[in-house]
């Protein structure tokens, strides 16, 4: 229960992900600045997410290890981390709508951001259908992020999690 109460920060970073589309959408910011924020943001997020994954087993390696609290922590991590990215691809194509080749612009909101939940789907599981693309430099860098951090999450923590786990005990032990 503790890892879905502390999914508010996640929360947060998406609500701010929201503002830079709206303040893009309705032309209140030029797109420079908002394609920046953005960027900036991924990558705080980013870096946060592999604090926030670290600092959750540190802090349960001295309690009992229940599985079905670790599998929701995993859930919702990874339901986190693909819908963000479904934001920040969202944006960054409203932004510039050449960024990804493969998304037919002026659909509908809806429609549009079902595509890039899809994708941000398939980076996270490493299915690159290649039906969307990234194209700028931007998109590059946050689709290499998404797939660092899928990385990450799938080989260094579910792989190593007991090992971790027990590293932190040592440490706290002072072994």
């Known amino acids: 229960m503790n890892h879905v109460k502390s999914t508010y920060k996640y929360l947060i970073v998406i609500g701010i ?3 830079i589309f709206l303040l893009d959408y309705f032309e209140l910011v030029n797109t420079l ?7 900036v943001l991924s990558l705080l997020k980013a870096g946060y997410f592999i604090f926030f994954v670290f600092r959750t087993i540190k802090e349960t390696a001295h309690k009992e ?3 079905h ?47 890039f939940i899809y994708y941000s789907i ?3 599981t490493t299915a690159g259908f290649g039906d969307i693309k990234p194209n700028s430099t931007n998109a590059q ?8 951090i899928a990385f990450f999450f799938t080989i260094l923590v579910i792989a190593n999690i007991g090992h971790i786990r027990s590293s932190f005990v040592n440490k706290k032990n002072g072994s």
Not at 33 to 39: G, R, W
């Open 33 to 39: 600045s908002n394609e920046i924020v953005l960027s």
């Open 69 to 115: 609290e670790f599998m929701a922590f995993v859930v919702v991590s990874i339901l986190l981390v693909i819908f963000s990215f479904a934001i920040d691809y969202y944006c960054l194509f409203r932004i510039d709508a050449h960024s990804f080749a493969g998304v037919i612009a002026k659909q509908n909101i809806v429609t549009e951001f079902i595509n």
């Open 141 to 148: 860098i946050f689709v290499s992020t998404e797939l660092m």
């Open 17 to 19: 992900g929201l503002a």
């Open 122 to 124: 398939s980076v996270f």
């Open 65 to 67: 290890f229940y599985f």
